[in-house]
């Protein structure tokens, strides 16, 4: 039943809110993938324990592109 | 707005910026403007036929920037609509000569001793040399989106661009809008364009099939009557000219429509 589904316009709205960010940053999506799987490793020398949860992720904050780490320590 | 250059821009082809600049232009002269409207897409002119003026097009903007013929000359006047002017592109010449700095004094010409009240620059697509020129005189421009994954890429790179040349006064214009696809939840609406962009629209056209048939006989739609783009093209004229439009609610009336169609037992 089509109101249960998903609107592609949804997703879409996801998809290019990501992508505009990227492009503002003037940043690939590759590397910030690479620099996560980067700070996993750092953290984990630091805190052995488990780091599954770690969220890197680019925001909009007004005028500004900023670049979130979420790193839950346990 | 207050900008009097004002290029028609969009990154993407095929989103409605020759279209936009031919009604824009005549229905800005048709409030009584006095207008011209320039062909920038050097080696692809095609503004002169979608205004059904490819007839009358002696010399070219290479040719005044060249020097071939003087200002005057190469602009057609418009039979239909007394003050509405072309300067046409040149279909043959090396695009190279389209020096960014002359252009920008021809339409410094233009706006201070011809005494043109506005002039609109159909820029080609994409984001390089011929975009940058076409966008060297503009004090403002539309920006030409369809509610659409690249379209709206591209037009969030062009107002970067346009940014960082200094053109400050951008407004969007949201082309191709299908109020059904909206409904269904299928197609982006036009708050989802202006939360994603970050920029207000100037105009809001929805799909229209007369704006083909216009195009096919060489009249601009708002030469016509009645048709939707039409009157969405006026209503832009009438918002650059600083009048306080309301935006008619294409989704409701969809709404409505489709509630009609099916009482009387359509699909």
């Known amino acids: 039943m089509f109101w249960f589904r998903k609107k592609s316009k949804d997703t879409l709205k996801e998809r290019l809110k990501l992508t505009l960010a990227y492009d503002r940053a003037q940043l690939p999506p590759g590397k910030v993938e690479q620099l996560k799987n980067d700070l996993i490793e750092v953290l984990q020398r630091y805190f052995p324990a488990e780091q599954k949860d770690l969220e890197v992720e680019l925001e909009q904050r007004g005028e500004k592109m900023v670049l979130v780490a979420n790193i839950p320590l346990r | 707005?207050?900008?009097?250059?004002?290029?028609?821009?969009?990154?993407?082809?095929?989103?409605?910026?020759?279209?936009?600049?031919?009604?824009?232009?005549?229905?800005?002269?048709?409030?009584?403007?006095?207008?011209?409207?320039?062909?920038?897409?050097?080696?692809?002119?095609?503004?002169?036929?979608?205004?059904?003026?490819?007839?009358?097009?002696?010399?070219?903007?290479?040719?005044?920037?060249?020097?071939?013929?003087?200002?005057?000359?190469?602009?057609?006047?418009?039979?239909?609509?007394?003050?509405?002017?072309?300067?046409?592109?040149?279909?043959?010449?090396?695009?190279?000569s389209l020096d960014?700095?002359?252009?920008?004094?021809?339409?410094?010409?233009?706006?201070?001793?011809?005494?043109?009240?506005?002039?609109?620059?159909?820029?080609?697509?994409?984001?390089?040399?011929?975009?940058?020129?076409?966008?060297?005189?503009?004090?403002?421009?539309?920006?030409?989106?369809?509610?659409?994954?690249?379209?709206?890429?591209?037009?969030?790179?062009?107002?970067?661009?346009?940014?960082?040349?200094?053109?400050?006064?951008?407004?969007?214009?949201?082309?191709?809008?299908?109020p059904r696809m909206?409904?269904?939840?299928?197609?982006?609406?036009?708050?989802?364009?202006?939360?994603?962009?970050?920029?207000?629209?100037?105009?809001?056209v929805p799909e229209d099939e007369q704006v083909l048939v216009s195009t096919n006989v060489g009249d601009p739609l708002v030469m016509r009557n009645g048709s939707q783009a039409g009157l969405a093209f006026m209503d832009i004229a009438r918002r650059i000219r600083g009048e306080e439009v309301p935006f008619p609610s294409f989704e409701e009336k969809a709404g409505l429509f489709g509630a009609l169609r099916k009482l009387f037992g359509g699909s």
């Open chain 2, 1 to 96: 707005m207050n900008a009097r250059a004002i290029v028609v821009t969009s990154g993407k082809g095929g989103v409605g910026k020759t279209t936009t600049t031919a009604n824009v232009g005549a229905a800005l002269a048709k409030l009584g403007e006095k207008v011209v409207v320039i062909d920038v897409d050097v080696g692809l002119r095609n503004l002169d036929v979608v205004m059904g003026l490819e007839g009358r097009v002696v010399f070219d903007l290479i040719d005044v920037l060249e020097g071939r013929c003087k200002l005057r000359q190469a602009i057609i006047k418009d039979k239909r609509i007394e003050s509405l002017h072309l300067l046409p592109a040149s279909q043959t010449k090396d695009k190279e």
């Open chain 2, 100 to 178: 960014p700095a002359r252009f920008k004094q021809t339409v410094q010409v233009l706006l201070e001793e011809e005494g043109f009240d506005r002039v609109l620059i159909d820029s080609p697509a994409g984001i390089e040399r011929g975009f940058q020129t076409a966008a060297t005189p503009a004090e403002g421009a539309l920006v030409v989106v369809n509610p659409e994954v690249s379209s709206v890429r591209d037009a969030d790179r062009i107002v970067g661009l346009l940014e960082a040349r200094e053109v400050r006064e951008n407004r969007l214009v949201i082309n191709r809008l299908r």
């Open chain 2, 182 to 204: 909206v409904q269904r939840g299928d197609m982006l609406s036009v708050d989802d364009v202006v939360e994603i962009l970050g920029l207000k629209p100037i105009g809001i």
